[in-house]
């Protein structure tokens, strides 16, 4: 990735935050090395700003990650990949992105917010298995070529998705490899399997294949989403139990979708962030802690 290009896209993170949020990041990072996965002569990248002070970003020509590493005292090691949703049209950078980074931070757990290409945005030519999905596994293995740089331990690196993140992230628990071994790029030598996956009132897919060596699951969504979407995450934990692979699911009772982290989430639901980091710690995949 060029020096112009490099700018260009911190600059467009660090308008894309809310107030505060741009002193956390560590760096903006290209998922490739060159510009061979941006799309020259669509438009650029934008991002609104809802009537409630959220951004959202659209036109996502090229993958990137947000770095924000935990403070060195109470690191754990852990890593999470936080993937924001959008209907795969827009990407809903803050109460799937950039406050969950934060809260992981603050309890030792790096985290790596994704802007992925978008598959349903208008005029795109990228897929979601192709593209969005590949984006995703790029991040995984980056992420663990570069662990000894971040303290990350490259045998905790997870997922956590939201909505369309959230397909993705079930998309990545099953389509996953250990890595080109004869790859020229080392990062393409790492693994694309994620640790541990949450996946946050995910879109559905339909077809999905489990195996014994699908990774742990944490499944959360409202009882009053969509049907499918209830309706789905009940049955990946159905199948999860029946494959015995660790799962733990939660439904919240008069919970719609799209909820994210925000500080107005009103009862419960507003619990889930600490469900999710007790559900790390008892799984082993915080470290000592």
Same mark, same amino acid.
């Given at each position: 990735?060029?020096?112009?290009?490099?700018?260009?896209?911190?600059?467009?993170? @660090?308008?894309?935050? %809310?107030?505060?949020?741009?002193?956390?990041?560590?760096?903006?990072?290209? @998922? !490739?090395?060159? +510009?061979?996965?941006?799309? %020259?002569?669509?438009?650029?990248?934008?991002?609104?700003?809802?009537?409630?002070?959220?951004?959202?970003?659209?036109?996502?020509?090229?993958?990137?990650?947000?770095?924000?590493?935990?403070?060195?005292?109470?690191?754990?090691?852990?890593?999470?990949?936080?993937? %924001?949703?959008?209907?795969?049209?827009?990407?809903?950078?803050?109460?799937?992105? !950039?406050?969950?980074?934060?809260?992981?931070?603050?309890?030792?757990?790096?985290?790596?917010?994704?802007? !992925?290409?978008?598959?349903?945005?208008?005029?795109?030519?990228?897929?979601?298995?192709?593209?969005?999905?590949?984006?995703?596994?790029?991040?995984?293995?980056?992420?663990?070529?570069?662990?000894?740089?971040?303290?990350?331990?490259?045998?905790?690196?997870?997922?956590?998705?939201?909505?369309?993140?959230?397909?993705?992230?079930?998309?990545?628990?099953?389509?996953?490899?250990?890595?080109?071994?004869?790859?020229?790029?080392?990062?393409?030598?790492?693994?694309?399997?994620?640790?541990?996956?949450?996946?946050? !009132?995910?879109?559905?897919? %339909?077809?999905?294949?489990?195996?014994? +060596?699908?990774?742990?699951?944490?499944?959360?969504?409202?009882?009053?989403?969509?049907?499918?979407?209830?309706?789905?995450?009940?049955?990946?934990?159905?199948?999860?139990?029946?494959?015995?692979?660790?799962?733990? @699911?939660?439904?919240?009772?008069?919970?719609?979708?799209?909820?994210?982290?925000?500080?107005?989430?009103?009862?419960?639901?507003?619990?889930?962030?600490?469900? #999710?980091?007790?559900?790390?710690?008892?799984?082993? #995949?915080?470290?000592?802690?």
């Amino acid at each position: 990735m060029n020096q112009r290009a490099r700018f260009a896209v911190i600059a467009g993170l @660090l308008l894309a935050q %809310p107030a505060g949020a741009a002193n956390r990041v560590i760096e903006v990072q290209s @998922l !490739y090395q060159n +510009d061979a996965f941006s799309v %020259p002569g669509t438009n650029p990248e934008t991002v609104r700003v809802t009537e409630q002070g959220e951004h959202v970003v659209s036109n996502v020509g090229q993958g990137s990650i947000a770095i924000y590493l935990a403070p060195r005292k109470i690191a754990t090691g852990a890593a999470v990949i936080v993937v %924001p949703g959008g209907g795969h049209r827009e990407l809903w950078m803050d109460h799937e992105g !950039y406050n969950v980074a934060a809260y992981l931070n603050e309890h030792g757990i790096a985290a790596f917010v994704l802007k !992925y290409r978008l598959a349903r945005a208008p005029g795109s030519s990228f897929t979601i298995e192709g593209d969005a999905l590949g984006d995703l596994k790029r991040a995984l293995r980056l992420v663990r070529s570069q662990a000894g740089k971040t303290g990350v331990n490259p045998h905790e690196v997870g997922v956590i998705g939201f909505s369309a993140g959230g397909q993705l992230a079930a998309l990545a628990a099953t389509r996953f490899d250990a890595g080109d071994a004869a790859a020229t790029d080392p990062v393409e030598r790492e693994s694309s399997r994620p640790d541990f996956v949450a996946l946050i !009132y995910p879109g559905p897919w %339909p077809d999905l294949s489990f195996t014994a +060596d699908t990774p742990p699951l944490f499944l959360l969504c409202g009882g009053d989403d969509r049907p499918e979407v209830v309706t789905g995450i009940a049955n990946i934990y159905l199948r999860a139990r029946e494959l015995k692979i660790p799962a733990e @699911l939660h439904i919240y009772d008069h919970v719609g979708h799209g909820f994210g982290l925000r500080s107005s989430n009103p009862g419960p639901v507003a619990n889930w962030p600490r469900q #999710f980091v007790d559900w790390l710690a008892a799984g082993k #995949f915080l470290g000592n802690r």
